[in-house]
Every structure is written in C-alpha cells, then in structure tokens.
DNA sequence: CGGTTAATCAACCCATAAGTTGAATATGCT
DNA sequence: AGCATATTCAACTTATGGGTTGATTAACCG
C-alpha cells in the first residue's frame, strides 16, 4: 500500500486519533495511552502497530517501557494533498463574488 | 462511524483519490470514472457510493447517466484536522530558532 | 530467586472492504 | 416494439480490520 494510503488508514479511527492527540501534549508508554479506552490493552497495542507503519509515531525502549513518541511528518503530505483542493471548498465564496458583482452589474 | 472516520477512509484508497482527481476536473459519468482503472465498472460504481457516503461527491440523473460532482466540504474539516498538527511537523524550524537564541544567549 | 509490571505474540471471531460475475432496471434510438 | 447503452443490484469469494482471551517475553523490585 502507497504512504498516503498507509496514513489515511490510519487516520481513519477515531481511537487512533485520540492516541495521536494524546501524544501531541507528550510521549506516553502503551498502558498511559490505553488508560482512557474501553478496549484492551492488546488492542491498544494493535492500533500503535498501525500509527508505526503509517509513521506517525515512533517508540523508544525504556526499561520494560516503550515510550509513544508522535511523528507529525506524514501529516504534511496529507496537508498538502487536501491543499489541492482547498479552491473547491472555497468556491462556495467565489460563486458569492461573482454573484454580487453579477447583481451590482444589473442594478 | 463519525464523519471524520468516514472521510479518513474513503480517502485511504488510490482509486478514489484518482477518481476526485478527475472529478476535479469537472463533471464526469460513471462509465467515463471507471476508463482508466483495470478494474470492473461494478467495483469502480462501489466506489463511488464510498466517495457519495463520505459526502465527497453528489450525483445528478441525465437520462440514463448518472453525473459525478466533487464536493469538497468535507475536505475541509480534514484540513481543519491536521492543521492542528501543523506545529509538529515544523517543529524543526522552532528548534533550531530555540537553538539559535540559546546559543546567542550564550555568546 | 520469585513475584509483579509492561508489553507483545498468537489464535481465534465477526464484520466489512474490494473485487468478481451474472442478472436486472431504465432510458434512448430506430 | 425491440435493441443498445448506462448503471445498479445481488450473490459470492477472499482478504483485512478491530476486537477478544490466553500465553509469553522481558525488566524491575524485594
């Protein structure tokens, strides 16, 4: 599978996004970032397995811990793929733009 | 599955992004969409029920065709999304501006 | 050394995704 | 009416995703 696939993927979870926002405000071990979930640890442990192969995260070895580290770097690609497309969903206000001009040209 | 989620993995297929790639374009029938991939029309036409789930494109019916229109509105709320991860992956940048202080600090 | 804690591995279940082929529906053309 | 075209529906296969439980590995603590 391609990178950008890869990461959509990944994004595609909202328990995976929470892991990531979790890591945005700092490094956690897997207990700490499955704390707040209804679900396994293992599960948990499953769902880092896809943020590293996506390579939104990275893991350290700290004794019997393996740190959670965010890696943004993907994210810029997703960044600027959804850029291409920014002009669409702005169009909306271009189409305002032109109808106003439209309308003060008829009056 | 949330919105987001939803968007997240509609996206986390090469064929669909290629298909709003066209889309981009302009206007397109599904028999147009599915000329370039080596794939049945049937599975090109599962996909753009994927795309129209996630609110990523809206159909018209012209007789028999049935037209495919980006909207890019959800799109946005990708956007919104990883921009707020912006900070990390220009981190590096910060770093070395926090690097380039201290060391003039220390001179 | 023995027990506790952190995390992973392994096997399994169930649901869904992505593709196929074949049939059905609906519109246009002559 | 009858045929061709555009698209969808339906049934099926195969693979994968997200979850479970139970066993295993590895490090620390007393």
Redesign the interface.
Known sequence: M?R???V??A????TR?AI?ARL?EGEATVNELAEPFPISLQAVSKHLKVLERAGLITRGIHAQWRPCR?D??P??G??E??????R??E?RYDELGTYLTKIQKEN
């Open positions: 391609d950008l696939s890869e959509f993927s994004l595609a979870d909202p996004r990531l945005a965010l943004a770097a994210l810029r997703v960044a793929w959804v850029t291409e497309y920014r669409f969903w169009e």
